[in-house]
Structure formats: structure tokens, C-alpha cells
């Protein structure tokens, strides 16, 4: 294969993957102004502060398929893909059941007068859990992503959002936002496994439930403790601080949904960094981090320009933060880019996923306090600047392990190049 090949190839599958995080980032932001128009900024806060706590619940659901899954699919055979995808909806099913519920329960005290929307957002975001995406990018499909899993959720959003325009509460809105997820990972099952053709489900040897839960212990504990730290600062200002939960639960909603539509960079190198053998990696790595390093610096100064308006239109014109909670914001969405390249990118590729669980948790015992102490003392912009001392100090210590492991790795060009196998078109 012709590098001018790999390169057409690689923009192909990133403009498919792009176009998903596009459309869903965009649906996402316009669903929040027309449920602050709906039912006012209180009950968008509670639906917010649900769909964090939703968010922890669909990282658990998930399992660790997110980060494990697109490598083992696309070094499977079509039998295998087929297993491991069955093995991971009958897990998934099974999780859903009591994690989502106490989601709901915990969303529906954490919402008070808005309990019943806090608690169907927290459903609504639970449900991501069980989405086939993951499948998807290892089998090289962007666009059938995009059929199958973004356009029912972008779909549902939409729905929700004439339905509001109309005159229905924000509580119609998420609830179409849930329709609209369930419907995606239906499609997304029908298409992958194809019950009709029973002669290849007859093939399946699926492994015990527990086996396969065990299987996924590593994905899922970096996951969960990032997850636990994203979603823990906007119920902690819901609890000690209320009168500040809107204007967070809106400059929060910002950088999570720029972090999203930038989530097809962090994926190019999450392909990129490991596909080389020996010092090709650490060399790959330096590259990786200096351009994350850019980006991430161009990135804080991009939004720290557009956040003003976008923040006034996403608050439907009743929510305007200051310019410190502004250059806040616009910080930890620069860091938080950086991070997860290292993360993902760099650490995952050099096998260092324990430096990553053990950074991620030293930093959320550090910024979590802080988070509910500037709360309590500086409002917003308080919880803001505890979150990002705790996101500076994870970066710190990953920073460190990945220079550790990049002068002693863990493994030996012979390993890496047995672990690394050859990129194929049809992988990019």
C-alpha cells in the first residue's frame, strides 16, 4: 500500500467518524437552549446534573469495551467479531439493569424539584452504555456508524426539540433524547449480529457471563474513575452550592461537547501511535504529544474567544458567566484535550494503563474537595478552578509515568512488533 493510498484511506474514515461527533455535539447544544426555553434554567440544571450521574452509570454499563473493544475487533475474523459483540450485549444487558436503576434513584434525590427530569436524563445518558460504536470503529465502518448509531440519536434529539418548540416541557425533550438512543443501539444490534441468519448464531461459543466480565476488569477501571471524576463536579454544586448549579451545569455542558467534537483527533492517534515497532513507537509518541501540545493551545485560545456567545445562546439569554469562569473553562478544555492524548494515546500504546488508573485517582482525590470547597467560597468559578487542579495534577503524574515508560518500556521491539500488527485500510 502506496502511502498517497493510506493517507486517502485514513481521511476517509476520519472525515465518517467526524461527521458523527459533529452531529451529535449539535443536536446535543441545540437540545439545551430549547429546554431552558421549555421549563427554565432550574430544571435544564437538574436534567444536566442527571445526565452526569447517567454518565458514570453508561461508563460502568460499558465496561470497558470502549477502549478494548475496537482493537479486538479489528483483529478478528467474522465468527469472532460476531462473539465478542453477543458476548458484550448479553454482559451489557445485565449491568443495565441495576446500574441504570440506581442512576435513576440517585438522579431523581440529587434533582429536587425537578427530580422526575434529573432522573430520566440519568436513564437517557445510561443507555449510551450499551452503544455498538465501539464495534464499529474496529471494524473500519465510520459510515455505517453513522447510520446505525448517530442519525436515530441525532433523530430523537430533534424530535425532542419540536416537540418543545411546540409547547412541551424539557422533560419530552430527554425523553426523545432516550427514544432516540434505545432505537440506535436496536438498529445497531439488528445490523451486527442479523438474527434472521441462524445458522451463524448457531456457530456462537459464548463464554460464561463471569468470564467475560473478568475479561474486561482492566478497560473498565481507568474508565470508570474518569468518569466518576467528570460527572462528580456538577452534582457536588448541585448538593453544596444550588445557586450556582445553572450557569455551571452551562459553561460545563460547553467544554464537554467541544472535548466531544474534538474526539476524532484523540482517535486518529489512538490508531497512530501504536502501529509501529520498537523505538518507532516512543518516536510516534513524541509526535503525538508535541501536536497534542499545539492543539491544545490553540484550542484554549479559540475558546476562549467564541465561549462568550455561545455560552449566551446556549443559556437562552438568561445565564452569563463571567470573563474567570470563561478562561476557566477555556483551560481545562485545553488541558482535557492534552490529557487524553496522553492517556489514550501515549500511555495506552507503551501498556501504561496502570499509571493512567492511578493518576486519574490520586487527581480526583485532590480536585473533588477542592471542587466543593470553591464552590462553597467563590461559586462557579471556584468549583471550575478546583476541577482544573485536579485535571493539572492527573496530567502531571501521567506526564511522569510516560516519561518513565518511554525510557524504560515495558516491553521489547521484538514484543511490540508481534502486539503491532500492520495497518490495513480497512483498520484506518
Given at each position: 500500500?502506496?502511502?498517497?493510498?493510506l493517507?486517502?484511506?485514513?481521511?476517509?474514515?476520519?472525515?465518517?467518524?467526524?461527521?458523527?461527533m459533529?452531529?451529535?455535539?449539535?443536536?446535543?447544544?441545540?437540545?439545551?437552549?430549547?429546554?431552558?426555553?421549555?421549563?427554565?434554567?432550574?430544571?435544564?440544571?437538574?436534567?444536566?446534573?442527571?445526565?452526569?450521574?447517567?454518565?458514570?452509570?453508561?461508563?460502568?454499563?460499558?465496561?470497558?469495551?470502549?477502549?478494548?473493544?475496537?482493537?479486538?475487533?479489528?483483529?478478528?475474523?467474522?465468527?469472532?467479531?460476531?462473539?465478542?459483540?453477543?458476548?458484550?450485549?448479553?454482559?451489557?444487558?445485565?449491568?443495565?439493569?441495576?446500574?441504570?436503576?440506581?442512576?435513576?434513584?440517585?438522579?431523581?434525590?440529587?434533582?429536587?424539584?425537578?427530580?422526575?427530569?434529573?432522573?430520566?436524563?440519568?436513564?437517557?445518558?445510561?443507555?449510551?452504555?450499551?452503544?455498538?460504536?465501539?464495534?464499529?470503529?474496529?471494524?473500519?465502518?465510520?459510515?455505517?456508524?453513522?447510520?446505525?448509531?448517530?442519525?436515530?440519536?441525532v433523530?430523537?434529539?430533534?424530535?425532542?426539540?419540536?416537540?418543545?418548540?411546540?409547547?412541551?416541557?424539557?422533560?419530552?425533550?430527554?425523553?426523545?433524547?432516550?427514544?432516540?438512543?434505545?432505537?440506535?443501539?436496536?438498529?445497531?444490534s439488528?445490523?451486527?449480529?442479523?438474527?434472521?441468519?441462524?445458522?451463524t448464531?448457531?456457530?456462537?461459543?459464548?463464554?460464561p457471563?463471569?468470564?467475560?466480565?473478568?475479561?474486561?476488569?482492566?478497560?473498565?477501571?481507568?474508565?470508570?474513575?474518569?468518569?466518576?471524576?467528570?460527572?462528580?463536579?456538577?452534582?457536588?454544586?448541585?448538593?453544596?452550592?444550588?445557586?450556582?448549579?445553572?450557569?455551571?451545569?452551562?459553561?460545563?455542558?460547553?467544554?464537554?461537547?467541544?472535548?466531544?467534537?474534538?474526539?476524532?483527533?484523540?482517535?486518529?492517534?489512538?490508531?497512530?501511535?501504536?502501529?509501529?515497532?520498537?523505538?518507532?513507537?516512543?518516536?510516534?509518541?513524541?509526535?503525538?504529544?508535541?501536536?497534542?501540545?499545539?492543539?491544545?493551545?490553540?484550542?484554549?485560545?479559540?475558546?476562549?474567544?467564541?465561549?462568550?456567545?455561545?455560552?449566551?445562546?446556549?443559556?437562552?439569554?438568561?445565564?452569563?458567566?463571567?470573563?474567570?469562569?470563561?478562561?476557566?473553562?477555556?483551560?481545562?478544555?485545553?488541558?482535557?484535550?492534552?490529557?487524553?492524548?496522553?492517556?489514550?494515546?501515549?500511555?495506552?500504546?507503551?501498556?501504561?494503563?496502570?499509571?493512567?488508573?492511578?493518576?486519574?485517582?490520586?487527581?480526583?482525590?485532590?480536585?473533588?474537595?477542592?471542587?466543593?470547597?470553591?464552590a462553597?467560597?467563590?461559586?462557579?468559578?471556584?468549583?471550575?478552578?478546583?476541577?482544573?487542579?485536579?485535571?493539572?495534577?492527573?496530567?502531571?503524574l501521567?506526564?511522569l509515568?510516560?516519561?518513565?515508560?518511554?525510557?524504560?518500556?515495558?516491553?521489547?521491539?521484538?514484543?511490540?512488533?508481534?502486539?503491532?500488527?500492520?495497518?490495513?485500510?480497512?483498520?484506518?
Amino acid at each position: 500500500m502506496t502511502s498517497q493510498s493510506l493517507l486517502r484511506a485514513g481521511s476517509k474514515a476520519l472525515s465518517g467518524y467526524a461527521l458523527s461527533m459533529v452531529f451529535l455535539a449539535a443536536a446535543s447544544l441545540a437540545a439545551i437552549p430549547a429546554m431552558v426555553s421549555a421549563s427554565g434554567g432550574v430544571a435544564w440544571g437538574s436534567i444536566a446534573a442527571g445526565q452526569s450521574i447517567g454518565g458514570v452509570a453508561a461508563t460502568i454499563i460499558a465496561w470497558g469495551w470502549g477502549l478494548s473493544g475496537p482493537a479486538t475487533i479489528a483483529r478478528a475474523d467474522a465468527n469472532d467479531r460476531l462473539t465478542e459483540y453477543v458476548e458484550s450485549v448479553i454482559s451489557k444487558l445485565l449491568l443495565f439493569v441495576p446500574v441504570g436503576s440506581l442512576a435513576f434513584i440517585a438522579a431523581l434525590l440529587v434533582g429536587r424539584d425537578f427530580g422526575v427530569f434529573a432522573a430520566v436524563g440519568a436513564l437517557s445518558m445510561s443507555t449510551i452504555g450499551l452503544t455498538a460504536n465501539w464495534y464499529f470503529v474496529g471494524a473500519g465502518r465510520p459510515y455505517v456508524l453513522l447510520v446505525c448509531e448517530t442519525i436515530p440519536r441525532v433523530l430523537g434529539t430533534a424530535v425532542g426539540i419540536a416537540l418543545m418548540s411546540s409547547g412541551s416541557s424539557a422533560l419530552v425533550g430527554v425523553s426523545c433524547q432516550l427514544v432516540g438512543t434505545l432505537l440506535a443501539c436496536i438498529i445497531s444490534s439488528l445490523w451486527i449480529i442479523r438474527p434472521w441468519n441462524r445458522s451463524t448464531l448457531a456457530g456462537i461459543s459464548r463464554r460464561p457471563v463471569l468470564s467475560v466480565l473478568s475479561a474486561q476488569r482492566y478497560g473498565v477501571t481507568s474508565t470508570v474513575m474518569s468518569s466518576i471524576y467528570n460527572a462528580a463536579p456538577i452534582v457536588i454544586v448541585s448538593l453544596v452550592a444550588p445557586t450556582v448549579q445553572p450557569i455551571y451545569a452551562v459553561v460545563d455542558k460547553v467544554q464537554r461537547q467541544v472535548i466531544v467534537a474534538l474526539g476524532p483527533f484523540v482517535t486518529v492517534l489512538q490508531g497512530w501511535v501504536p502501529r509501529s515497532s520498537g523505538t518507532g513507537v516512543i518516536q510516534r509518541v513524541r509526535i503525538g504529544i508535541g501536536t497534542s501540545a499545539v492543539g491544545a493551545v490553540l484550542l484554549g485560545v479559540v475558546m476562549l474567544l467564541l465561549a462568550p456567545e455561545l455560552v449566551r445562546w446556549l443559556g437562552n439569554g438568561q445565564i452569563t458567566p463571567t470573563f474567570l469562569m470563561l478562561a476557566l473553562t477555556s483551560i481545562i478544555t485545553a488541558v482535557s484535550l492534552f490529557e487524553q492524548t496522553v492517556s489514550k494515546a501515549c500511555l495506552a500504546a507503551l501498556r501504561r494503563l496502570d499509571v493512567v488508573a492511578r493518576s486519574t485517582a490520586i487527581g480526583s482525590i485532590a480536585g473533588l474537595p477542592l471542587v466543593a470547597i470553591g464552590a462553597v467560597s467563590f461559586g462557579a468559578a471556584g468549583a471550575l478552578a478546583g476541577i482544573l487542579a485536579g485535571l493539572i495534577l492527573r496530567l502531571l503524574l501521567e506526564l511522569l509515568g510516560l516519561r518513565k515508560a518511554m525510557v524504560h518500556p515495558l516491553f521489547s521491539a521484538e514484543q511490540h512488533a508481534v502486539l503491532s500488527p500492520a495497518l490495513d485500510v480497512d483498520e484506518v
